[in-house]
């Protein structure tokens, strides 16, 4: 790859930025731009800047600058330099460095590569209708490009409200070199005398981005395609003030799992099946942070061809910003759902419990501290961890270990009567069974087992049919984990008390009238 004079190479320590507006939630195609960003600064050892974008007011979203920090931080991409932790190139909100941008859109007046324009917005709506009715392309008539000293003079003398705009040179054309998708070539006739500073003395995008990424010593670009069409406006402008436009690398399109259309930025409903979108709802949905991290490394670039699961470290060595596709990527919702699945199988218990306590304690309205250190966490998680998915779906799976037994309802109580029993059989092996597990000793999952077996044998019933009425008694479920390891869980007493419980109901349910 040739090297331009005076820019970085592809593995010195790169300076990248992502730069959101906070003008709505953070969604999987803004999770992944801000991942590659933070995968190649890792990669070099170079910096992850957090930028915040908000010049324009008028889309301001109220909490949506928390919910972009903290769906960053909980995919782990936690940034050098940002609005919360400071650095040495800041601030880094744009509303805070409205005075440098003012400062530099004169300078560009001053010499003359941008022009004061008085049009008023009643004026460009006028002319957008013009240009309407008469199918032309809309666009400024370009009216104040070329206005006199004098006219300006009179202008300001009047206090008459501005606008900075771009002098797009009138012939030639364009040329940036995008490290993804090759040189791009744009007519300058294509191109708009855009808005670089407005009557409410905010920049706009074009000029913060520029001077930001200048100022800031962004080594390389890297942000979605839609941005491609911005990027000639950009580099004339890096061109007017001198200075070497970073490496622009834009992105690749992410597409819906029909492969047709552009992922959206809401969730939506395909054929009765819901596709998420914004970072939020995949956490509240239970998806593992790392599991999302190794899919998202997926999308757009590949680790190997030949393994789908690895680590962060092993993605940060072997990130190659040369290697991103230029093509749309896909996006393979299942396969999240699968390398969910794999990571909570692979996590080591203690690791599994914390990610699950959050979820739990909404789910089944027990305090985190409770589930933190009352123990019955760490005996249930090797039950369940086989048979989880995502990290919503343990509270279906463990919800019965803390009611209180008396709050353990039984609707249906037939339930607890085995395949081929009978009621009265199966009050009889409750009894017995309760009989059994007072005597018990030790109380643990081996000997309960054989005991349990043993009394089967006995009473000549097979060993499936003889547990349904203590998991049923125990949990309220047909399903359940697996049963000694539960009543382990559950301590001797008080599988004493819901045995009991579920034998009143069996009864009651027994002594009705057929
Ligand atoms: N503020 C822009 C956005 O929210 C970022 C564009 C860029 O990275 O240059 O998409």
Not at 452 to 468: D, H, N
Not at 492 to 513: F, H, M, S, T, W
Request: charged share 25%; hydrophobic share 40%.
């Amino acid at each position: 790859m040739s090297q331009r004079l005076g820019t970085p190479n592809d593995h010195a320590p790169a300076r990248v930025r992502f730069a959101p507006s906070p003008t709505g939630y953070l969604h999987l195609g803004g999770l992944r731009t801000a991942l590659f960003n933070w995968l190649y600064a890792r990669h070099t050892g170079g910096q992850f800047i957090l930028r915040i974008e908000d010049t324009d007011q008028n889309r301001f979203v109220e909490d949506s600058l928390d919910n972009i920090m903290s769906s960053l931080r909980w995919l782990g991409l936690h940034w050098d330099e940002g609005p919360d932790v400071g650095g040495p190139y800041g601030p880094y909100t744009q509303s805070e460095r409205k005075e440098l941008y003012h400062q530099y859109a004169e300078q560009l007046v001053d010499e003359g590569y941008a022009y004061r324009c008085y049009c008023t917005g009643e004026r460009l709506a006028e002319m957008r209708e013009e240009q309407k009715k008469n199918k032309q392309s809309f666009g400024y008539d370009r009216r104040c490009r070329d206005l006199s000293d004098a006219e300006h003079a009179k202008m300001k003398a009047e206090g008459v409200p501005s606008v900075i705009r771009l002098k797009v040179p009138l012939d030639g054309a364009t040329t940036f070199d995008d490290k993804i998708r090759g040189p791009i070539t744009i007519e300058n006739s294509q191109l708009q005398d855009a808005v670089l500073f407005k009557s409410d003395n905010m920049p706009t995008y074009h000029l913060a981005v520029v001077v930001d990424d200048h100022l800031m010593e962004i080594t390389h670009i890297m942000r979605s395609d839609e941005w491609v069409s911005s990027t000639p406006l950009h580099k004339i402008l890096y061109d007017a003030f001198g200075w070497a436009m970073p490496i622009v690398a834009h992105l690749p399109v992410i597409l819906d799992p029909s492969g047709k259309g552009k992922m959206s930025k809401r969730k939506k409903v395909v054929a009765g099946k819901e596709y998420l979108a914004l970072v939020h709802e995949f956490q509240d949905a239970g998806f593992v942070p790392s599991a999302m991290f190794n899919f998202l490394t997926n999308v757009g670039w590949n680790f190997d061809a030949e393994r789908e699961i690895f680590s962060q470290e092993e993605a940060i060595e072997r990130f190659d910003i040369n290697e991103i596709n230029s093509g749309p990527a896909a996006l393979p919702y299942d396969k999240l759902t699968w390398i969910t699945g794999m990571y909570i199988r692979d996590m080591s218990p203690e690791q599994l419990k914390l990610l699950l306590v959050p979820y739990l304690s909404q789910q089944i309205d027990v305090d985190e501290e409770t589930l933190l250190n009352n123990g019955k966490l760490d005996g249930l998680i090797p039950l369940i961890q086989e048979r989880m998915t995502t990290l919503t779906d343990a509270d279906q799976l463990v919800d019965w270990a803390y009611l209180d037994a008396d709050a353990l309802s039984y609707p249906e109580p037939g339930k607890m009567i085995g395949k081929k029993l009978d009621a009265p059989t199966c009050i009889e092996i409750l009894k017995q069974g309760g009989e059994m597990l007072s005597e018990i000793e030790p109380f643990d999952a081996d000997t309960l087992q054989a005991t349990f077996r043993q009394e089967a044998e006995k009473m000549s019933v097979k060993v499936g049919p003889f547990l349904t009425p203590f998991r049923v008694a125990l949990t309220g479920k047909t399903v359940a984990p697996p049963l000694f390891e539960s009543m382990v869980v559950l301590g001797r007493e008080e599988v004493l008390k819901r045995i009991q419980n579920g034998l009143q109901a069996l009864e009651a349910y027994a002594a009705q009238p057929a």
